[in-house]
C-alpha cells in the first residue's frame, strides 16, 4: 500500500525491525527529511555525527547503515536509485524561513511537521536532530567549505529503500522548503513491506 | 587564571553572557571538543546542522556565530589564529574506539569524559550532540564525501575566543583519539574573562 505525504507536510509511523521502507519522489526533485527513533526508547535517535564518522564519508547510498546516537545500526539502505542526499542540516523550521528568506510570516517548514507528527509518540521537539534528507543535494566545496543546496538529482519514480535493524518510529516529511526542492512543492510516496522472509522460518515451517 | 585539562580528559562549566572563553593548544596539535547547553533550560543544545545551515559553510572561524537546535545564538567566535575545526563529527566514544581503532578494552573518550563532567549539572549522555571540534582537522572531498581526520593546523600557542550570548553550560575535552591529534596525546588550556566593559556602564557611572 502506498501512502501520500501532501506537499509540505510530514508523517510519523512505526517501523517494525526487518521491516523495509520505501520512500519514493514520484515527481522529481522532491526532498524528504527522514528521522528515526528507537521504539524502545526515544532517547535512542538517529545521529549524523556517529554515521559519518564510521562511514568516514558524508553522502551515504546502498548498503550504508545509519547509526545512532548509542553507535547502534538503525537503518540500512538496501535500495538507492539516486545516490545523492544530505546528512549535514537541519529540517527546515520557521527559523529557517525567517533568517534564509526573511519571511516574516513564516511556515513551520518540516521541523514543524514532524513536531506535530512525533508528538502522539511522546517525542518532543528538543529532541529533532540533523535528518537524514533524502534527495536532498548539498555540495560541499572542500578548500573553502561553502555548501551549496541545489536542484534534486531525482527524477520521478526515483526511490530509497531501508530496512530496519530495531523497532522504531519514523517521521518523513514532504520538505517545505522552496530551494532545496528546485522552487516547487510535491507531495511524497512512501510504502512499508516486510522484509524478507528468514531462511530460518521456512526451515521450521518444513 | 589559565586552567588545564589534562590529555584526554575533560571538564564542564559556567560561562555567563559577555564572558569570553580563551580555548589553547599549548603543545600544538591537539583538538578539544566544545559542547554548549543553555544554563536557563539544558534542552537547549548547541546544533551542527542549524549553525551550518544558516552559514552555509561547514567551516567556522572569526566571527562566526554558533547556534542552538532553538535557533539562537549561544555563541560567536571572536578570535581564532587557527581558522581550521571540525563541526560534522561527534565525541570520540568506547564505541569509536571498538569499530574504528579495533581496541577491545576502549577508552571512554571525550563522549565519556564529556558525559562525567556534564553529570553535576543533569545533563545525560544522550543529550550529547555533535561537538564544535576546535583544532580538528576534517578534509572533505566535494566529489566523493569522503572524510579524512588530518593533523590539526594549530602550532603551540595557538588559540580561538568565543563569547557567550546567552548563560551557558559549557564541556570541553583534551581530545582522546590517536588519529586527531597526530597520534599523541596532549593537555588543552582555557580561560574565562568578562568581556569589554559597555559603554552604558562608563556613562552610567559619570
Request: aromatic share 8%; charged share 20%.
Amino acid at each position: 500500500m502506498r501512502h501520500e505525504i501532501s506537499p509540505r507536510s510530514g508523517a510519523a509511523f512505526a517501523l517494525d525491525r526487518g521491516q523495509r521502507l520505501t520512500v519514493i519522489d514520484p515527481c522529481g526533485e522532491q526532498v524528504s527529511d527522514l528521522l528515526a527513533f528507537a521504539r524502545a526508547d526515544s532517547d535512542e535517535v538517529i545521529s549524523s555525527g556517529r554515521t559519518l564518522d564510521y562511514l568516514s564519508r558524508i553522502y551515504l547510498t546502498a548498503p550504508d547503515p545509519i547509526y545512532s546516537n548509542r553507535s547502534n545500526i538503525m537503518l540500512r539502505i538496501i535500495q538507492d536509485t539516486v545516490g545523492r542526499h544530505d546528512f549535514l542540516l537541519t529540517p527546515c523550521s520557521k527559523d529557517t524561513f525567517r533568517i534564509i528568506y526573511g519571511d516574516s510570516q513564516p511556515h513551520r517548514g518540516c521541523f514543524g511537521n514532524l513536531a506535530a507528527a512525533l508528538e502522539p509518540f511522546g517525542i518532543a521537539p528538543d529532541r529533532i536532530p540533523v535528518a537524514f534528507n533524502l534527495f536532498m543535494n548539498v555540495a560541499v566545496d572542500g578548500v573553502s567549505g561553502e555548501l551549496k543546496v541545489l536542484p534534486p538529482l531525482s527524477k520521478a519514480g526515483d526511490r530509497i529503500v531501508l530496512e530496519a535493524e530495531m523497532d522504531l518510529i519514523i517521521g518523513l516529511t514532504a520538505c517545505s522548503a522552496l530551494q532545496s526542492n528546485n522552487g516547487s512543492f510535491k507531495p511524497i510516496h512512501y510504502s512499508i513491506d516486510d522484509g524478507p522472509v528468514p531462511l530460518a522460518a521456512f526451515n521450521g515451517s518444513g
